[in-house]
């Protein structure tokens, strides 16, 4: 990059030449401009040596290594317009012929949708990581290379819970790159995200890591994003995320937008995760999921509180699995899992997430805070089952002493209802008043209070006098679609 200095010293151009030169017309002016200007030494102009490095900070470097390893991809796929669909006849035809014109020939039709998104070379023969919404129901996917090459890939496989999915070209020697240890990720920094957004090309651009360990967002059923402020657009989905050494780190996935473009807040499945994915789809074809067999819920302030735990860490366990590895471990509703294998645990997600990676068939270590004390626990984690969600049905009641609540007796039509158990006992919930407490803290119609402030609740009444009517929070036990977890309002 040539730098280029101007230096005029001397005297200042005369304000009644300068004036001239400006108005005035025809060969005079340009005679006294020429004079004015003639009287000045010539520019001092200085070169940057060519030979010299950068003058600046540069990522050239970083890039040069990294982006030959970020491919473009296009996928097609069939979709069948339903029949009937007239949408496009023209209207002349309407007003001459009718609506019903054209009927005979109203038949399904095919036609063809294409997608443009990125991927990221991760092996020197062929392998290539993606979003699996980039490729998914794809009939044909074609991949180009920096160098203008192309391939038509196979699906290895794709899992739908993390958006990850394993694509094969035939060829080798391919420019593969290095996946880092995306746990040593931090807060600050530096990553450039790489892709073909808006499919111009292959684009780099700069942020960084705005925050780790990000989840509960509702964008897939496993989430432990990275988030960057690196600008994330529409096609760079699959491409890559890499540090400052040009190593994977992430796998860029999905951004939160208003306008549908880049606003900052862009999310990248981290490399650890989508690594365990793709070792999965090689060896089975599909990802297996080790299962706990509870639901756990975040510790907030004032779960902490009621349950007399000192900090607001760990995964409250809200429901234990009949016949589960936590079940068989010991595990109760109401536990506090502090550590598994002696790691920390921050969060609900967290935990979730950690268990899902390991293998059906670990054991594994669990300190769980049970009535103010630590217990170790021991648990063999089998596969995932597959459920079936349920539904709830909607109840009318009355009110009840939480304020904004409408609550009324459980009986057999409302248990067969909501299908829960006919032993089950409690009393549902019927209305939540939308500005209420009880509303804010996450209580719904359907839900089958069971306890409150750890007192069995069997009735209207129970309730009543189990109810906390001091500034504390109440804490509740909840049965939400045949799953229990706790409620503090």
Not at 195 to 216: D, E, H, K, L, Y
Not at 402 to 416: F, I, P, Y
Request: hydrophobic share 40%.
């Amino acid at each position: 990059m040539r730098r280029i200095s101007m230096n005029f010293p001397g005297r200042k151009l005369p304000a009644v030449a300068l004036g001239l030169a400006l108005a005035a017309g025809g060969a005079f002016a340009a005679v006294v401009a020429h004079r004015a200007l003639s009287s000045f030494p010539p520019a001092a102009v200085t070169l940057a040596n060519p030979n010299e490095g950068p003058s600046r900070n540069t990522y050239a470097p970083v890039v040069k290594k990294a982006l030959p390893s970020v491919v473009n991809i296009s996928s097609s796929r069939v979709v069948r317009t339903p029949a009937g669909f007239s949408g496009q006849m023209d209207p002349m035809f309407r007003q001459f012929f009718g609506e019903d014109f054209g009927g005979r020939y109203n038949i399904p039709k095919d036609r063809r949708e294409q997608s443009l998104g990125s991927g990221v070379i991760v092996s020197p023969n062929g392998y290539i990581l993606t979003n699996n919404h980039v490729i998914d129901g794809a009939t044909d996917i074609r991949v180009t290379m920096g160098d203008k090459r192309e391939f038509k890939a196979v699906l290895v496989g794709g899992d739908a819970k993390t958006d990850v999915a394993l694509l094969k070209i035939d060829a080798t020697e391919l420019p593969a790159i290095t996946i880092a240890d995306s746990s040593k990720v931090q807060v600050g920094d530096v990553v450039l995200a790489m892709g073909n957004p808006f499919g111009v090309g292959q684009t780099v651009t700069m942020g960084i890591v705005s925050a780790t360990g990000r989840g509960g967002l509702g964008i897939e059923d496993y989430e432990d994003f990275i988030q960057t402020d690196a600008p994330i657009n529409p096609g760079n989905s699959g491409g890559a995320l890499v540090n400052d050494r040009g190593e994977l780190v992430g796998i860029n996935t999905a951004i939160i937008s208003r306008a549908g473009g880049s606003q900052g807040v862009g999310f990248a499945v981290p490399s650890d995760l989508a690594h365990h994915v793709m070792e999965d789809l090689l060896k089975d074809g599909k990802v297996t999921r080790a299962y706990l067999g509870i639901v756990p819920q975040d510790v907030t302030p004032a779960i902490a509180r009621s349950f007399g735990a000192r900090e607001n860490r760990g995964a409250l366990v809200g429901d234990v699995s009949p016949n589960s590895p936590a079940q068989r471990a010991g595990v109760r509703t109401g536990d506090i899992i502090l550590e598994v294998n002696g790691k920390t645990v921050e969060d609900s997600n967290q935990l979730r997430n950690g268990i899902s990676m390991m293998r059906p068939g670990t054991t594994v270590q669990l300190k769980v805070l049970r009535n103010g004390s630590e217990q170790e626990l021991a648990a063999k984690l089998e596969e995932f089952p597959e459920k079936t969600a349920r539904t709830r049905p909607a109840v009318e009641g009355s009110r009840s002493a939480l304020e904004g609540v409408t609550t009324e007796n459980l009986d057999a039509g409302t248990r067969a209802q909501l299908q829960l158990p006919a032993n089950t006992q409690g009393v549902v919930v019927t209305d939540v008043d939308a500005a209420s407490k009880a509303a804010e803290s996450g209580l719904q119609p359907g839900d089958v209070i069971q306890q409150a402030n750890h007192k069995p609740v069997r009735n209207t009444g129970d309730l009543a006098s189990a109810l906390n009517n001091s500034a504390n929070s109440n804490l509740l036990l909840v049965n939400r679609h045949g799953t229990t977890l706790f409620v503090a309002v």
